[in-house]
């Protein structure tokens, strides 16, 4: 059963910066992709930034530049850098993981997600 631990969201003011990580349990069980999403009350989840199975990155336009998305050589852990915070940036951040099938699944950013963690609050005051 893969499981997604998400970490380290706190309150900062604009400009400030955070590094959120995610543990992945069973992440050999894991596709290709894992990634970032964020959602705030009454919207639709936004996909903030996915990594590839060959390291390939893609960051949604509102984060480029100021956010960046890795993971360790093992894939177990995935992590986002923020930077330069801003205040639309407040919003429940959570990780997940595609599964090795090209079924099922929502998918974003060409990638077909299984598997959703729990989410960290992040909060950004101007």
């Known amino acids: 059963q893969v499981r997604l631990v998400a970490s380290g969201g706190d309150s900062v003011p604009a400009g400030g910066s955070l590094r959120l990580s995610c543990s992945i349990s069973?992440?050999?069980?894991?596709?290709?992709?894992m990634g970032w999403f964020r959602q705030v009350p009454g919207k639709e989840r936004e996909a903030v930034a996915m990594?590839?199975?060959?390291?390939?990155?893609i960051h949604t336009d509102s984060v480029k530049g100021r956010f960046t998305i890795s993971r360790d050589s093992a894939k177990s852990s995935l992590y986002l850098q923020m930077n330069n915070l801003k205040p639309q940036d407040t919003a429940m951040y959570s990780c997940?993981?595609?599964?090795?099938?090209?079924?099922?699944?929502?998918?974003?950013?060409?990638?077909?997600?299984?598997?959703w963690g729990q989410g960290t609050q992040v909060t950004v005051s101007s």
């Open positions: 997940a993981a595609s599964a090795p099938t090209s079924t099922g699944g929502t998918p974003y950013f060409g990638c077909r997600i299984h598997y």
């Open positions: 069973d992440y050999t069980a894991t596709g290709s992709c």
């Open positions: 990594i590839y199975g060959d390291g390939g990155t």
